[in-house]
Antibody
Framework: EVQLVESGGGLVQPGGSLRLSCAASGFTFSSYWMHWVRQVPGKGLVWVSR????????SHAESVRGRFTISRDNGKNTLYLQMNSLRAEDTAVYYC??????????????????WGKGTTVTVSS | DIQMTQSPSSLSASVGDRVTITCRAS??????LNWYQQKPGKAPKLLIF???NLQSGVPSRFSGSGSGTDFTLTINSLQPEDFATYYC??????????FGQGTKVEIK
């Protein structure tokens, strides 16, 4: 079964750090780009970060750039999100998602086709 | 960054109704447009990719159309399990991967 399982969430004080993990199984993890997406309870989905198959290319949303770092260990089939200098506005459910893709003609289409159940991060004193 | 705007933000419908949700991009994303369904307390689920391609396992009452800046998600004969929030997402100009604000489909 194709599966993503997040862990590492919890309560942290403002300015603190947390590392989220996302364990992948049921597919060749090293063949897929991966994303982190977050959602404040009752609000919409917000993309956070993405990483290339081999970890050599990463991107982060402007709101977390310089504070969050996405990484991966293909040997362990695990995706990470290191979150530093946490703020109250980082409080959210964090999902990892697989970047599925399909070639149609000469075009490559990307989408988030497998999602974990999420892990909750609460930043509060 | 490309902005994605969905309308309406919420709607009330009855079982058996046909429901249409619109997503507009601030500039053309050709057909690099995906739709997701999210139920309360659950992760999002991919419904449609590349504007009109149904993800495997998704019921055929769901369909997507559009290109450029204007897109539509249609649910034919709404079922009880379809009451959820729906999001569009563009994958043309990335990063960032941008989502619409969501459309909540509620029971009338």
């Amino acid at each position: 079964e194709v599966q993503l399982v997040e862990s590492g969430g919890g309560l942290v004080q403002p300015g603190g750090s947390l590392r989220l993990s996302c364990a992948a199984s049921g597919f060749t993890f090293s063949s897929y780009w991966m994303h982190w997406v977050r959602q404040v309870p009752g609000k919409g989905l917000v993309w956070v970060s993405r990483i290339k198959t081999d970890g050599t290319i990463t991107s982060h949303a402007e709101s977390v750039r310089g504070r969050f770092t996405i990484s991966r260990d293909n040997g362990k089939n695990t995706l990470y999100l290191q979150m530093n200098s946490l703020r109250a506005e980082d409080t959210a459910v964090y999902y990892c998602a697989r970047a599925g893709w399909l070639q149609l003609g000469s075009e490559y289409y990307y989408y988030m086709d497998v999602w974990g159940k999420g892990t909750t991060v609460t930043v509060s004193s | 960054d490309i902005q994605m705007t969905q309308s309406p933000s919420s709607l009330s419908a009855s079982v058996g109704d046909r429901v249409t949700i619109t997503c507009r991009a601030s500039q053309s994303v050709t057909n690099y447009l995906n739709w997701y369904q999210q139920k309360p307390g659950k992760a999002p689920k991919l419904l449609i990719f590349a504007a009109s391609n149904l993800q495997s396992g998704v019921p055929s009452r769901f369909s997507g159309s559009g290109s450029g800046t204007d897109f539509t998600l249609t649910i034919n004969s709404l079922q009880p399990e379809d009451f959820a929030t729906y999001y569009c997402q563009q994958s043309y100009f990335t990063p960032p991967e941008t989502f619409g604000q969501g459309t909540k489909v509620e029971i009338k």
